[in-house]
């Protein structure tokens, strides 16, 4: 049976963004600074620590998709997401900017990713359990009640609905409470399966809005 969904949460959201291969439009939505870049083609995994040095950005990806996969050179003063890129061309990997200023690589194109992200968006009592179930794990602990900070959150969701893996993109500024989020989000059940195309990991985020304004962790 399942569980009855409340409301869904304003100070959690999916950051639908990362569930999809980003436009040129998107990739140049941060900052304009650019930087010199001289990353020779090489196997794609150092291809992106090297970036990450050079950029300063945080980039996340699963290494079973970038084994065997190389870079191309990217060799000239880039923008920030033109670097990467132009990185990732041939690769058959994109990157999507999340809405905490870091970078996930996900395989496919924009029209597959677009497909399971839409996947996602249809299926109404998956999105509404998964947020009450993040909500409900980070409202049992005082240091992770939502409100004061803000963080995204890469999930990992087996089939039984159990949250196997979780990861932060960014920090809350706080090393004891980051540690906490990601003990408290361990093994946190959700009431409704994900639908089996889902892309992963599923990009969450938290706002910095008080529980007076939301709600949250009240009921």
Known sequence: ?????????????????????????????????TLVYDIAGQNLDSAIK???????????FET?????????????RFATPDALKTLLDGTGLS?????????VIAPGSRQ???????????????????????????????????GSYKVGLE????QDGIIRHSALIGSTQDPERDLALLRNLQGAAIAVSPPSNVPQPLIMRIRPRLPSTTGDCTG
Request: hydrophobic share 45%.
């Open 1 to 33: 049976m399942l569980a009855t969904c409340r409301p869904l949460a304003p100070a959690i959201m999916l950051a639908l963004m990362s569930l999809h291969g980003a436009t040129a439009d998107e990739l140049s939505a941060p900052a304009q600074q």
């Open 155 to 158: 999930l990992w969701i087996g």
């Open 64 to 76: 079973a998709l970038t084994t065997g996969r190389r870079s191309m050179p990217v060799k000239g």
């Open 112 to 146: 597959d990713t677009d497909t399971s992200a839409s996947a996602v968006l249809r299926d109404d009592r998956f999105l509404a359990a998964l947020q009450n179930s993040v909500l409900d794990a980070l409202c049992r602990d005082p240091q992770t009640r939502p």
């Open 95 to 103: 990157a999507s900017r999340t809405d905490v200023d870091a970078f």
């Open 50 to 60: 090297a970036f990450v040095r050079v950029s300063g950005v945080q980039v996340f």
